[in-house]
């Protein structure tokens, strides 16, 4: 484990359906990645200076090794100490329903650098899980269609999750994300995985096995989220967070049900009390 692992978690209300025990409050754990500005740092604590990190040591051009401040020969090389990367938490972010389709990016809420600052995985809140239909009784249910990266779609390997490779707009494709990229799909809470439509895979795992830090308690309940794996590689051009958008389909399409889903939901809506709304 890195030490961005310690992770400052918290939650600030943003309404009714983040209060008392409603676990959309973890929608709103913001990701505050604990390295504070070195070079603020040696600013104030001279007498406690650390050594430059790589990121220093190409912004300044200096010819002092980074990990011991000794002088580079010819003969050596600055070591790999992986991506650094700074998120500005924001605690105005909401979590939107979805009603119907659509292709959409999410809120990140929690990240975690593994191996050595090489690997990135992402939590992403998409949205609110909708209620039962009026219509007919059933609840909501959810397709992951597509999964775009910078604005390419992803075309996953057999197992729905490990990216093969990816083409942009005019068909092109591109090699790059090729095993650099994993995405994990849930539809209302941890034990919900899913693949995208004309995938299967019986092995799916729980969220909190994919992503670390997790445990059972991290629910997300009532939720509709991802998390995403990104492998970093210079020579790739993969070296900051991608971003991420999901072709995502709702069942509960029809107006009356869209509307009466709003009117008496709790969390998202008005609610409402069923016997105060006229369904005949």
Same mark, same amino acid.
């Given at each position: 484990?890195? &030490? ?14 983040? !209060? &008392? ?45 980074? !990990? @011991?401040?000794?002088?580079?020969? %010819? ?5 790999? !100490? /992986?991506?650094?990367?700074? *998120?500005?938490? @924001? ?8 009603? /119907?389709?659509? +292709? ?10 593994? =191996?050595?600052? @090489?690997? *990135? ?5 998409? !949205?609110? $899980? +909708? &209620?039962?239909?009026?219509? =007919? ?6 397709? #992951?269609?597509?999964?775009? $990266? ?30 650099? $990229? ?6 209302? &809470? ?22 670390? /830090?997790?445990? +059972? ?6 939720? #509709? ?16 967070? %991608?971003?991420?958008?999901?072709? $995502? ?6 107006? /009356? ?24």
């Amino acid at each position: 484990m890195s &030490g961005w692992d310690t992770v400052i978690e918290g939650a600030k209300s943003l309404g009714r359906f983040v !209060s &008392g025990d409603s676990y959309g409050a973890y929608a709103v754990r913001i990701a505050a990645l604990t390295a504070l500005s070195r070079k603020l740092k040696r600013s104030i604590d001279k007498d406690n200076q650390e050594p430059l990190t790589l990121q220093d040591f190409k912004a300044t051009g200096s010819t002092l090794n980074p !990990s @011991n401040g000794n002088p580079i020969t %010819p003969t050596q090389e600055a070591p790999e !100490s /992986g991506t650094r990367l700074q *998120l500005n938490p @924001n605690t105005n972010n909401k979590i939107p329903v979805l009603y /119907g389709a659509a +292709t959409f990016g999410g809120d990140i809420i929690d990240v975690r650098l593994e =191996d050595n600052n @090489n690997t *990135l995985y992402a939590a992403l809140v998409l !949205s609110e $899980v +909708t &209620g039962t239909k009026i219509s =007919d009784s059933t609840a909501s249910a959810y397709t #992951l269609n597509e999964v775009f $990266v910078n604005g390419e779609k992803i075309l996953f390997k057999s197992d729905g999750i490990t990216c093969d490779y990816t083409i942009d707009t005019e068909g092109n494709r591109n090699n790059n994300y090729l095993d650099m $990229v994993e995405v994990y799909f849930y539809a209302d &809470g941890r034990t919900n995985p899913q693949v995208p439509e004309y995938y299967t895979n019986l092995g799916l795992q729980n969220a909190d096995q994919i992503m670390p /830090g997790w445990t +059972t308690r991290h629910t997300m309940d009532n939720l #509709l989220f991802a998390i995403v794996k990104v492998k970093y590689s210079k020579d790739k051009g993969i070296d900051n967070i %991608p971003e991420f958008k999901f072709s $995502v389909t709702n069942t509960m399409t029809l107006p /009356g049900d869209v509307m009466y889903d709003y009117m008496t939901n709790d969390r998202y809506g008005a609610g409402l009390e069923p016997s105060e709304i006229s369904v005949s």
